[in-house]
């Protein structure tokens, strides 16, 4: 291979590559969708991808034209389907022809956005080592991409509709997730109505959001007073503290849950919400402790410095300029922790027995029994996560940003 070639060749190799990844997810996609038991043609689709990446990467990156694309996606559609014998998702073209089209052509845009994103202002002229290091981490950040998205979308995906279908259709065809939408409102969603109406999921929805936000205000409660007393005040042991946050960690809550339920039990604690608003906030006041300093210690103190001598009190310091300047990682760490809130399950399964009680953890896991349908144990699971995946989404940026300035130190 000469030196000249290395673009070209790296380019149809990663074309091959996004072919064969191809061909392997929209025929399981099929499946999911269809319920027709697909098969992947990983050679064919390896054999397209070369070939519709060899007539992308032939012509230089402004000669890319959509036109050149088109033409390269119709080639890698007539070798899908001559190499894998007429069977472009291993099943004859008159069984499903509608959607085998229709997936056909997804695989073949899916494969040419690929090896675009992969080689684009990359060919012929551009023969630099830099350039060839760009081509392959741009392949393996599209494909860590891909499969992050796929391991976080599928079991999703599946836990959706099968909470959507009934049990007859789920045993009769586990893999088949397609949805009769004209069944009705009322048929579709009856997994998640007789969730509020017969497994008192209304209740466990008012349960976890109570524990998980009254979590919240105590953990902020305790961790900015002491998070800015370890970043920002003087004292014997301080840096002992500061390093030491963590260590609870070390020591697996599995260990601590048969000490804390004897203890509970003597106190007449357990079975009670007070119980769990205990423990949650010992959880996680450490960790919004150790991601709150490290912001704190962001913030320029002289920032601080002229509020006091402007005649501030530390009080007033910290209310007035430190917790304004703060809000990104407040939200941070209020997201977080709601979270580990939300999702608990090893204390509430210990400690709580009565059915009124119960977070939303502890009230999926009675669903996980042979005399509950599946389809329930999938719709309170869906109950579960959307709200903290809502969540997530809105306060993404703050998220984000309350990380990143909580990992630089003034």
């Given at each position: 291979m000469s030196r000249l070639g290395n673009i070209?060749?790296?380019?149809?190799?990663?074309g091959a590559l996004w072919g064969a990844i191809w061909s392997i997810i929209v025929p399981l996609l099929a499946l999911f969708i269809s319920?027709?038991?697909?098969?992947?043609?990983?050679t064919a689709g390896a054999l397209g991808g070369l070939v519709a990446a060899a007539a992308l990467a032939f012509h230089a990156p402004r000669d890319r034209t959509i036109g050149i694309r088109l033409i390269a996606g119709f080639a890698f559609i007539v070798v899908l389907v001559v190499a894998s014998g007429a069977q472009p998702l291993g099943l004859s073209l008159d069984t499903y022809s509608i959607g085998q089209l229709i997936f056909t052509v997804l695989m073949a845009v899916v494969v040419m956005q690929s090896i675009h994103l992969t080689c684009a202002n990359l060919g012929p002229g551009h023969e630099k080592r830099y350039n060839v290091e760009v081509l392959c981490l741009r392949f393996v950040k599209g494909f860590g991409l891909v499969t992050f998205t796929i391991a976080?979308?599928?079991?999703?995906?599946?836990?959706?509709?099968?909470?959507?279908?009934?049990q007859q259709l789920l045993l009769s065809n586990p893999l088949d997730f397609s949805i009769d939408f004209g069944q009705g409102f009322t048929a579709l969603f009856r997994s998640y109505i007789e969730l509020f109406t017969q497994y008192h999921f209304g209740t466990y929805l008012f349960n976890s959001a109570l524990v998980s936000v009254a979590t919240v205000v105590i953990t902020l409660f305790f961790a900015v007073p002491g998070a800015y007393a370890v970043a920002r005040l003087r004292f014997p042991g301080q840096n002992f503290l500061s390093r030491s946050i963590l260590l609870i960690y070390m020591v697996p809550m599995i260990v601590l849950v048969i000490p804390l339920y004897a203890i509970f039990s003597q106190l007449g604690m357990r079975n009670t919400l007070?119980?769990?608003?205990f423990v949650y906030p010992a959880t996680t006041i450490p960790v919004a402790l150790y991601m709150l300093q490290g912001y704190f210690r962001g913030i320029p103190a002289e920032l601080e410095e002229a509020g006091l001598m402007d005649g501030l009190t530390r009080l007033n310091v910290i209310r007035k300029i430190t917790l304004p300047l703060a809000l990104p990682a407040l939200a941070s760490v209020a997201l977080y922790v709601f979270m580990i809130a939300w999702n608990e399950f090893l204390f509430a399964f210990m400690f709580l027995d009565n059915?009124?009680?119960?977070?939303?953890?502890?009230?999926?896991?009675?669903?996980?029994?042979?005399?509950?349908?599946?389809?329930?144990?999938m719709a309170g699971a869906v109950?579960?996560?959307?709200?903290?995946?809502?969540?997530f989404l809105w306060f993404e940026r703050f998220l984000v940003a309350g990380l990143t300035a909580g990992s630089v130190k003034g």
């Open positions: 070209f060749y790296l380019s149809v190799l990663f319920g027709l038991t697909f098969q992947p043609q990983v976080v979308a599928l079991p999703f995906f599946v836990m959706v509709m099968m909470s959507l279908k009934n007070w119980g769990l608003l059915v009124d009680l119960f977070t939303l953890s502890r009230g999926i896991a009675e669903l996980n029994s042979s005399e509950v349908p599946r389809q329930h144990l109950i579960a996560t959307v709200p903290v995946l809502a969540l």
